[in-house]
Antibody
């Protein structure tokens, strides 16, 4: 069974940092591109970042570029999102998601999400 | 463009069919067949119901169907059921080499 489990969320002050993790199981982690998507309170889904199977290619939404870093550790079957210089507008539930086998930029499995709250 | 445009809400009675539109541009929906749709119930993970415009993942009801014309994609739910009440989001790959979501549509079953 495919499972994605996020962790690392919490309360942080503006300007602070957090590292989110997404533990993957039930599939060959190294064979799939992975993504982060977020949802602010009362808002819709917002795309955040993507990483290729090898980790050599990454993509970022403009609002997080230069502040967030996506990475993956194949040996640990884990996806990461390092979030620096956090702003109040980064407050959201953060989901990790797996791309489809055909790299269709569609997300066929999602985690339950981890809440990040940026507030003083 | 910050988001694809969807109607805020759509409603229908059980058994009816409803269609949700998703308007984009030639830089996203009109330029690629990488359009997907997600069903999102509160406090649950989003669920992929359509990918590559028209394809359904294994296990998704054939009451859900997708289409595209020009820069606009559509999701049709046939034989509306109470459990279809949820938020629905479209999504597309873009020329800026990233993904963009729609504004979301709340489906209400009357």
């Amino acid at each position: 069974e495919v499972q994605l489990v996020e962790s690392g969320g919490g309360l942080v002050q503006p300007g602070g940092s957090l590292r989110l993790s997404c533990a993957a199981s039930g599939f060959t982690f190294s064979g799939y591109s992975m993504h982060w998507v977020r949802q602010a309170p009362g808002k819709g889904l917002e795309y955040v970042s993507a990483i290729s199977t090898s980790g050599g290619i990454t993509f970022y939404e403009d609002s997080v570029k230069g502040r967030f870093t996506i990475s993956r550790d194949i040996s640990k079957n884990t996806l990461y999102l390092q979030m620096d210089s956090l702003r109040t507008e980064d407050t959201a539930i953060y989901y990790c998601a797996r791309d489809t086998p055909g790299l269709d930029w569609a997300f066929d499995y999602w985690g339950q999400g981890t809440l990040v709250t940026v507030s003083s | 463009q910050s988001a694809l445009t969807q109607p805020a809400s759509v409603s229908g009675s059980p058994g009816q069919s409803i269609t949700i539109s998703c308007a984009g541009t030639s830089s996203d929906i009109g330029g690629y067949n990488y359009v997907s749709w997600y069903q999102h119930h509160p406090d649950k993970a989003p669920k992929l119901i359509i990918y590559d415009v028209i394809h359904r993942p294994s296990g998704v009801s054939n009451r859900f169907s997708g289409s595209k014309s020009g820069n606009t994609a559509s999701l049709t739910i046939s034989g509306l059921q109470v459990e279809d009440e949820a938020d629905y989001y479209c999504s597309s790959f873009t020329t800026t080499l990233r993904n963009i979501f729609g504004t979301g549509t709340k489906v209400t079953v009357l």
